[in-house]
């Protein structure tokens, strides 16, 4: 069965930091997103991403974030400068197709700790 | 979007049949009901989906009543694996992208 993978699964960095989360999402799937999860929190929507570029992004995706589809596989999220509350599991979503009807695949996620 | 509520946490033994219900009382005409479920450090997996009455698949049913202002997820016979975070959520069918808000779920804990 397809999956979403992650790269990488664990990452620490130090705060004011720039980091770059990976996604590899299924290959014929058409919208892809991002969610964060704080520890023992709720999974919180972050950004929707189709036909290259922003469909929608919650207040949590500020300036400080971005997503980019660098070629036909990859799709990535940064973040500029980090802070200590960035730190939190990061998941990637992918689906087929427009509408609920369509089901999204999450990703293992990327445990990031801000030092 | 319609406010989901469900219970913070249930236990169940092992081999037992889990209801778990989900009120959404504001529910919208073109909303569809969706259940998603969480094991530790995992991303959210798809359970089961419905728009009405009840739908079942190889995981789990969904009892859906005709005014559409709750929904039950039924797990049969449950499993030590079956210990998880399950979700309510409710989405317009027609939206696109149709990005998921998860609400704090139902931790189930099935005891041996």
Redesign the interface.
């Known amino acids: 069965e397809p999956e979403?993978t992650q790269t990488p699964s664990h990452q620490v960095t130090q705060m004011g930091q720039e980091v770059i989360l990976r996604c590899v999402p299924i290959s014929n799937h058409l919208?892809f997103?991002w969610?964060r999860q704080i520890l023992g929190q709720?999974?919180?929507?972050l950004v929707?991403f189709?036909n290259n570029e922003i469909?929608?992004k919650?207040e949590i995706f500020d300036d400080q974030f971005s997503v980019e589809r660098p070629d036909g596989s990859n799709f990535t999220l940064k973040i500029r400068s980090t802070k200590l509350e960035d730190s939190a599991?990061y998941?990637c979503?992918s689906?087929r197709g427009?509408?609920?009807?369509?089901?999204?695949?999450?990703?293992?996620?990327t445990?990031l700790t801000v030092t | 979007l319609a406010k989901t509520t469900q219970p913070i946490s249930m236990d169940s033994y092992e081999g037992q049949e889990v209801n778990i219900t989900c009120s959404h009382n504001n529910i919208a005409t073109n909303d569809y009901i969706t259940w998603y479920q969480q094991f530790p450090s995992q991303g959210p997996r798809f359970i089961i989906q419905g728009y009405k009455t009840k739908v079942t698949n190889e995981v789990a049913s969904l009892f859906i009543p005709a005014d559409r202002k709750s929904s039950t997820l039924s797990l049969p016979r449950v499993s030590l694996s079956d210990t998880a975070v399950y979700y309510c959520l409710v989405g317009d069918i027609i939206t696109g992208a149709n990005n998921l808000f998860f609400g704090t779920g139902t931790r189930l804990t099935v005891i041996p």
Do not use: L
Request: without cysteine.
């Open positions: 979403v919208y997103y969610y709720k999974v919180e929507f929707s189709y469909s929608e919650s599991m998941f979503a689906k427009q509408g609920i009807v369509y089901e999204q695949y999450f990703g293992p996620g445990r």
